[in-house]
């Protein structure tokens, strides 16, 4: 079994912003290859994804804003699951 550095750990957590569990858990997988540990975190990402897809997103705000002019106007939606998220500062 190869030896993974924290360095490693590190240096692939910056790159993808992924949890430092599951970068120790791709490199592992990966024999120390960063590269093939990034494939490998790629697909699992892939995969959450493709479940979090079918979630159902029925809280969100919509804003709207007015140019001075009053000619020209945007209208956007954001969605999100939670009201929690929703009622947020950040999230608007």
Do not use: H
Request: with cysteine.
């Amino acid at each position: 079994m190869t030896e993974i550095s924290v360095a490693q750990v590190k240096a692939l957590r910056e790159a993808t912003n992924v949890s430092m569990m599951e970068c120790r858990k791709a490199l592992e997988a990966a024999g120390g290859d960063p590269e093939k540990a990034f494939q490998i975190l790629r697909e699992r990402g892939l995969a959450i994804a493709g479940k979090k897809a079918g979630r159902a997103a029925n809280s969100g705000l919509i804003a709207a804003d007015v140019f001075e002019d009053g000619r020209v106007g945007a209208m956007v939606e954001v969605n999100c699951e939670t009201d929690f998220v929703a009622r947020n500062e950040s999230f608007g």
